[in-house]
């Protein structure tokens, strides 16, 4: 129970959304270029257990909304699996391969997560990297990275406004969830537009003589 | 109501008196509109014998179809097994649904007979759990149920029904015994038909309760139409199939409701009957076998994937009944109604005016002297987020009790 299931406790944890959003929308923010990006509107609804004492949700779908124009659309693997078996989900492609951002665009689609990266079509994954528009940081090892950074004064691979970025997502959207409203997110000052009650889930009041550090 | 109107118009009498039996026709078609509007279904439950604990089952599926408030229910019981059955006849034509929830000696041929024209001529059936077990010889009733298993049923039965991996519905004729399931176990139920009155606006898929999975059903499945199927988890000494759950099967005029769940055994507590999921299933199937039709309305809770819901008194809570529930919550003990409150605030989807109706509750709560303070704090939280100004009073008084002034405090400062 201590080390692995208090994630399962909305005091404690949003479930497993929380535990990966981190993980796959940093990829799919990476993906876009969109680690200083965040969503104009997000809206979602989930399951939750009433039997027991866990109570984070156990399905979930949520779809964010970004300024260019971008849907991203996170929910847990089965949304998409059902999708595809009642048609729902044409055009676009498919969820094949477990977790992970499948990005959509004119050419087809790329799906990566840690077991591999796949395409619609293979010739995607072939094109080598001195012709891509973009240069790639390259690091394979966080613990080198951050002691190399250390030395040069670079910025890490994943740096920490950049982590918050892509967990920022998940949040909005555990929210959303919970008020069952389509919510209007200012980014820059980190607040609802359209939502008192959502604001008021942005933070939880301290208990006295605990209070927020002022940094 | 033509009659009624021709009396009217066809009225000699003076203004005074016509007005006088105006109102006394008008008063008789609304007493006789309404009489027809509340007048429930008949049911008949079927039972007396079987390889299950019937003693216990038949009440239990008696209180479940009369918590629907759409049926008067009778039971009629047979004579115990080896004894002279010769005398049973129960006068199935005079009920809408007849739930049978009988495995054991052969009825009187007479009264086969009259299950046959009963049914035949638009009579409602719900075979329930081990009722698919029964009369392996009698041809017409293996029609009815569609699918059946145990005692001797094997390929000349019928085919094995089931769907694939890959969605297909598959009508296997290999070789093989009907009937068999794995230990007992938690199972998900797929919808396959999600539009189909008896399921429709339920989750495509929910948990079920710890229960039989009934599995390598076979039988002639003729006008049979599978509205859930669970997967039958090769871990759980299961077939790897997608097996039939609830189905619907058309004989003549008749129309049969089939649900394999709700195992009740020798065990305490009878947690497969309780699960939500097979008592809303068991009032609407009753409901649509009767007429064809199911206008019960949804219960605000409803069976989901996340845990199986059970419900102990075989009912659906109202809103008070979640409040007064929740009032003796203490660590330790089922947080369900808390959450159950939760949900529903969550489905109210931020409408201020519903929120406005739960936040009332709440701060009745709040007051009330016979609320845990665990309670209490819960409820505070839930306040914090979606209450209002009115919330502030009720709160500042929690904030004089120290077992609550810390959430009281939390919800004032998020409320301000």
Known sequence: MLHFHWRWIQDYSGGQLTDWAGHHIDIAHWGLGFDQAAPISIEGKGVYPTEGIYNVPVEYVMEAEYENGLKMTIANARYFKDKRKHGLWPKIGAVRYGMGPVWYGEKGWIQVNRSGLWASNPELLKIPEKDLKIKIYHSTDHWQNFLDCIKTREKTIAPAEVAHNSISVALIGEIAMLTGEKLKWDSKNELFTNSEYANRLLSRPFRAPWEMPKI | ?416
Request: charged share 25%; proline share 4%.
């Open chain 2, 1 to 416: 109501m033509g009659n009624a109107k021709d009396l009217i118009i066809n009225y000699k009498l003076l203004p005074m008196k016509r007005i006088f039996h105006l109102i006394v026709i008008a008063l008789l078609s609304l007493s006789v509109l309404s009489g027809c509007q509340n007048k429930k279904l008949k049911a008949l439950i079927v039972t007396g014998q079987n390889n299950h604990n019937w003693e216990d089952s038949h009440v239990i599926l008696k209180k479940i179809l009369e918590n629907s408030d759409a049926f008067t229910v009778e039971t009629s019981i047979s004579p115990a097994k080896g004894e002279d059955m010769s005398s049973f006849a129960p006068d199935f034509l005079a009920f809408d649904v007849v739930v049978l929830d009988y495995n054991g000696d052969e009825w009187p041929e007479n009264t086969k007979k009259n299950f046959e024209v009963y049914v035949k001529n638009g009579g409602g059936v719900v075979v329930y759990h081990a009722s698919d077990n029964s009369f392996p010889e009698w041809k017409e009733y293996n029609e009815m149920i569609g699918l059946g298993g145990w005692y001797g049923r094997d390929e000349k039965s019928g085919p094995f029904i089931y769907y694939n991996n890959h969605n297909e519905l598959i009508r296997d004729n290999s070789e093989g015994k009907a009937g068999s399931h794995g230990p007992q176990h938690e199972f998900v139920i797929e919808l396959r038909e999600p539009e189909h009155p008896i399921v429709k606006g339920l989750p495509k898929r929910w948990l079920h309760s710890q229960d039989e999975l009934y599995s390598n059903l076979r039988g002639p499945a003729k006008n049979m139409t599978i509205l859930a199927t669970s997967y039958a988890d090769p871990k759980q000494k299961g077939t790897g199939r997608h097996e039939p759950i609830l189905m619907t099967i058309n004989y003549g005029k008749g129309r049969i409701f089939h649900t394999v769940i709700g195992h009740v055994g020798g065990e305490k507590v009878h947690y497969a009957t309780q699960d939500a999921g097979f008592i809303l299933t068991l009032q609407r199937g009753a409901e649509w076998a009767a007429t064809g039709e199911v206008k019960q309305q949804l219960p605000a809770d409803l069976p989901n994937i996340g845990s199986a819901f059970l419900l102990p008194n075989y009912k659906f809570y109202t809103l008070d009944e979640l409040f007064n529930k929740a009032k003796s919550f203490e660590y330790g003990k089922a947080q369900k109604y808390l959450y159950l409150i939760s949900n529903r605030i969550r489905e109210a989807d931020g409408d201020p005016k519903k929120l406005s109706g739960y936040e009332n509750r709440i701060l009745s709560t709040l007051q009330s002297d016979d609320a845990t303070n665990e309670c209490k704090n819960y409820l505070c939280r839930e306040l914090s987020w979606m209450g209002s100004e009115k919330s502030l009073s009720v709160l500042n008084e929690l904030l004089k009790n120290p077992e609550t002034s810390d959430m009281a405090q939390f919800a004032i400062t998020r409320l301000q």
